[in-house]
């Protein structure tokens, strides 16, 4: 068989093959979402309706009053107002849901002026019953004090 011969049936069935698949959609191979979890297995009993709740706590020698709408489920976001009652007014003040620790979570830092802030807390992908609203202040001298809320 000639150079010439074998070139044209490499194309031919280069084109063959090509032409062959036309018709066919692809299917899209992006990779699914890995949510963030608290390493915890997921507990879908404690996913919590917060609808608005008013709540008066101490953190330190500060009490504080929060009040909070949206549900406590993977994904979803709280909103949170959170007013000086007495004590020691707090520096900062950061907000977040999950465990103690944090871990797998996204810590939020509430804006704040006046004697009230505001945050936005971004549940984890995975809730369980050990997951709380947790609220840590800071003074200015670098004091810290953290309090839980649990959410039914």
Same mark, same amino acid.
């Given at each position: ?9 490499? /194309? ?28 915890? /297995? ?76 505001? /945050? ?33």
């Amino acid at each position: 068989m000639s150079k010439l011969n074998r070139l044209s049936m490499i /194309a031919a069935s280069i084109l063959a093959v090509t032409l062959s698949a036309c018709g066919k959609k692809e299917e899209a191979n992006s990779p699914e979402p890995v949510p963030e979890t608290t390493g915890i /297995a997921a507990d879908p009993a404690h996913e919590a309706q917060v609808d608005m709740i008013t709540h008066d706590f101490t953190a330190g020698q500060t009490k504080l009053s929060l009040s909070a709408s949206g549900t406590a489920e993977p994904n979803a976001e709280i909103h949170m107002t959170i007013n000086h009652i007495s004590g020691p007014r707090p520096d900062v003040i950061r907000t977040w849901f999950g465990p103690r620790s944090g871990e797998g979570t996204m810590k939020t830092k509430a804006g704040g002026h006046d004697d009230h802030w505001h /945050a936005h807390v971004v549940c984890p992908g995975t809730i369980t019953s050990q997951d709380s609203l947790w609220v840590e202040i800071q003074y200015a001298n670098g004091d810290k004090a953290a309090t839980s809320i649990r959410i039914k």
